[in-house]
């Protein structure tokens, strides 16, 4: 979703770089990326060390909230690069800024979609 | 379908220390007895054995290895396994668990070629995918994997969706158009289908249970391109931790 549809001016940087990246102008945005880095790359400290801290700043429902997406972007990753699916044209046509300036081109599942590796 | 009450105690979330909204219990248990229930190309038994198979894959040393590799083809050797699949559904499985942002339309050929049917292939990424979701849901909030409960006897039901056509993916798909007969609803009405959510529609079953799993995880179907639409974290936290998943995942779509 970019900020065009939201009024809101965030900083991408850290869907890239991840934790370290600032907060994006989004609230606890720091915290949130660290605590999915944690649980997509971490060890098991790591991501008790990040749960503690990102609970400490949002609610249990904040909290599980961010926990619920994980695991559903886990599921949608994987049936899009498992299936083969291109972009929905739509889509394409409204988050081509968006991915120009984090450079999706590079992953190797952008050959699914026509012309998305320009 | 109605939920088990000992599945929802088996999933052991009141050890989170956190309260885990219903919704999410009773999706997650869902899952579960959906996983273990006769599909449509594979039997329960052979559905538990997948999602043992892909939890497996998490500490397969020829996994790992191709992993860390530039380029999964350049490592060669045998996966770790359970020994209940064939070895060539043990590769597809361990591949869309642990590597999938490195699939490629002539690894997923060869999948074929190796014997899986496109409509048993779209049914193991159904399988494997959801189980995915729910074991990093776990993985977070700090409890043991959801226990798999025992498969249900019966046999798979063989449907297979008479529109579904070549469309764009590796796999046929149902477009909203023709979705009907059997598949009248499917897409809960919607003519503009994103199609991630069609992605899977070979095999109706898991369609539903993904829209299922979507609307308890993330957003309700109908809502997920309003950007007001939220639960309780802000919009743009949500959609920062996806964006991130996405990009660890080596996801372009």
């Known amino acids: 979703m970019s900020s065009l549809s939201t009024g809101r001016e965030i900083d991408l940087k850290g869907v890239n770089e991840g934790e370290g990246a600032g907060d994006g102008g989004i609230p606890h945005g720091d915290r949130l990326l660290a605590f999915t880095d944690a649980v997509m790359r971490g060890s098991d400290a790591d991501i008790d060390r990040e749960r503690a801290a990102l609970r400490a700043v949002v609610s249990d429902a904040e909290y599980i909230d961010a926990v619920a997406t994980i695991g559903a972007f886990n599921v949608v990753d994987r049936i899009a690069d498992s299936t083969g699916i291109p972009l929905d044209e739509t889509l394409e046509a409204v988050s081509q800024g968006v991915r120009d300036e984090l450079g999706l081109a590079r992953f190797g599942s952008s050959a699914n979609t026509p012309g998305a590796r320009g | ?253």
């Open chain 2, 1 to 253: 379908m109605l939920v088990d009450a000992s599945i929802v105690s088996a999933l052991r979330y009141e050890q989170a220390g956190v309260s885990v909204r219903e919704e999410l219990q009773r999706s997650h248990a869902l899952i579960l007895e959906h996983i273990a229930s006769p599909g449509t190309w594979w039997t329960g038994a052979e559905r538990v054995a997948l999602v043992l198979e892909s939890r497996n894959s998490l500490t397969c040393a020829l996994c790992r290895d191709r992993k860390d590799a530039l380029s999964p083809n350049a490592v060669s050797g045998e996966h770790d396994s359970l020994g209940s699949v064939a070895q060539n559904v043990v590769d597809v499985v361990h591949r869309i668990r642990t590597d999938p942002g490195r699939l490629s339309k002539d690894w997923f050929d060869s999948a074929l070629a190796g014997g899986l049917t496109e409509e048993q292939y779209v049914e193991l990424v159904g399988v494997v995918t959801i189980t995915a979701g729910i074991d990093y849901f776990a993985k977070a909030l700090g409890v043991p994997p959801a226990e798999v409960p025992a498969p249900r006897p019966g046999e798979p039901t063989r449907h297979r969706p008479a529109g579904a056509k070549l469309a764009g993916a590796w796999v046929r798909t149902v477009a909203a158009e023709d979705a009907v007969g059997p598949e009248e609803g499917l897409y809960g009405g919607q003519n503009l289908v994103p199609n991630i959510m069609k992605a899977l529609s070979l095999v109706p079953d898991q369609v539903r249970a993904l829209i299922g799993s979507s609307n308890a995880h993330y957003l309700e179907m109908d809502t997920m391109m309003d950007p007001q639409a939220k639960r309780d974290l802000d919009r743009m936290g949500v959609e920062l931790v996806a964006s991130r998943v996405s990009a660890l995942n080596e996801c372009f779509y």
